[in-house]
């Protein structure tokens, strides 16, 4: 027994030793193409004077172009900038397990590339034009999301060879940079595809978003018609699959799943979403709603910091008059034609809302009852209004809200009021009538003086 323990731990000693033998031996080299020849074979041509190999790292960043045939040493890392390239020599590059970092403005080029268990990672403005990208092994490709977005990599064929299936491919996608707006990018467009792909196939790899921020809707897709990769920037997006049309469920949403704190959140396909439960929305959520869609609620629904964007034709609505929107921090913004129908529509906390005039004017918001919740007044709410493209033609009053009634606050009209008009030499007023409880804008030629009704 104690021999047997004894061949254990010489066994893991041995191990061990090998581990830290290796790990001594691996190199990083630095290109500076002494040897005059471009081969990233030929020790002259790095710093210090070796050939690179396995487990090495070898940083091109002096913008030439190093080339290879056949066989990298295996598991090597090579990181390239400075509009450095690197290049198949002849026929073909196999990568047998190396890293490979892609930054802006360098290139992967050259005839054929077996990409043989190597892992990729593409930053912005990276470039790849090889004659053939062939997935191998077990791939992994990333590609880091620029402020702005990501250009496009334009390899020319697709293939899979050795028996490789998409479920031994991940591929990963970084928008931690990112702060452009929602969007599709096509992050490979080949020229030409000779697996069959299609969409339903492409799903079978890892496909990982990560740091989607408000886009928490965003995937991976691989388009058919034009054997490309596409990244979908999406909100959460309303689909009404679980068919009770209650927010409170997660299949309604796509993904799957409750919208959270801080996501963008689309309801466009004309359904009335009920919000079901006494609370509060996710915190800082932006809820569009479009499409002749609405969002009404069947008890108190409290918007803790939200903006709600309701396009024409889309509404706000509660089921019965007591039910209510306790506004608390939100962001109200109406196009001209959205629809506001609620029971009672309380005030609280700092508001903003916004109105945008068409060349018409603006469809009248009716709610039922304005309040005035806790010790909010007219002075904590500010009123955006957006005259540019109307049309004074149109007349020079435009009723922008007519309440049922009003309750709560100090009586005085006194909130932080922005008029935008634009080049059009029109300014704006805005007052609220007590007795009528209607929210009033006067619009003019400056200069102009109108007796207000």
Not at 88 to 94: P, S
Not at 222 to 238: E, G, K, R, Y
Not at 436 to 447: H, I, Y
Request: with cysteine; proline share 2%; aromatic share 8%.
């Amino acid at each position: 027994m104690k021999t047997r323990h004894m061949n254990r731990a010489l066994t893991a000693l041995a191990g061990a030793l090998y581990l830290v033998a290796a790990s001594a031996y691996s190199a990083t080299l630095v290109w500076d193409g002494g040897g005059g020849d471009g081969l990233l074979g030929t020790a002259n041509n790095w710093n210090p004077d070796q050939a690179p190999v396995a487990s090495d790292t070898l940083n091109v960043t002096n913008g030439d172009t190093v080339s290879h045939a056949n066989n990298l040493p295996s598991g090597v890392t090579i990181n390239l900038s400075g509009s450095s390239s690197l290049s198949t020599d002849g026929a073909v590059i196999r990568l047998l397990n190396a890293n490979i970092n892609v930054g802006a403005g360098t290139s992967l080029i050259g005839a054929f590339w077996d990409l043989n268990n190597g892992d990729l990672t593409f930053e912005d403005g990276a470039i790849a034009t090889m004659a053939t990208w062939e997935q191998k092994g077990t791939n992994t490709f990333t590609f880091n999301l620029s402020a702005t977005g990501f250009t496009t990599l334009n390899p020319n064929s697709f293939l899979r060879g050795g028996g490789a299936l998409m479920s031994d491919a991940t591929y990963t996608v970084d928008m931690a940079a990112y702060t452009g707006g929602a969007g599709t990018i096509t992050l490979v467009d080949f020229s030409s595809d000779f697996t069959s792909m299609t969409n339903a196939t492409f799903q079978g790899a890892t496909l990982i978003v990560l740091n989607t921020g408000a886009y928490t809707g965003s995937h991976l897709t691989w388009d058919d018609a034009t054997d490309s990769i596409q990244l979908h920037i999406m909100p959460v997006t309303w689909d009404g699959g679980a068919g009770d049309g209650l927010w409170s469920s997660a299949a309604n949403w796509d993904p799957d799943g409750l919208p959270a704190i801080g996501d963008t959140v689309a309801i466009s396909n004309g359904d009335t979403v009920e919000w079901n439960t006494s609370g509060n929305l996710p915190s800082n959520l932006t809820l569009n709603i479009t499409g002749n869609s609405t969002l009404e609620s069947s008890n108190v629904l409290r918007c803790n910091g939200a903006t709600i964007n309701v396009a024409a034709g889309s509404a706000l609505t509660t089921s019965i008059s007591t039910n209510f929107f306790d506004l608390n921090n939100a962001t109200i913004d109406y196009a001209d034609g959205a629809i506001n129908t609620v029971g009672r529509w309380e005030h609280k906390g700092a508001n903003t809302f916004n109105y945008t005039l068409s060349a018409t004017g603006f469809t009248t918001l009716t709610p039922n009852e304005l309040r005035f919740g806790g010790t909010s007044t007219w002075e904590n709410s500010t009123i955006d209004v957006d005259i540019s493209a109307y049309d004074l033609a149109n007349g020079h009053t435009v009723t922008l809200a007519d309440f049922g009634s009003t309750s709560g606050g100090d009586g005085t009209f006194d909130p932080t009021v922005n008029i935008t008009a634009g080049a059009t030499g029109m300014t704006g007023t805005l007052t609220f009538d007590a007795g009528t409880s209607e929210l009033l804008l006067t619009v003019v030629r400056k200069g102009t003086v109108v007796l207000i009704r």
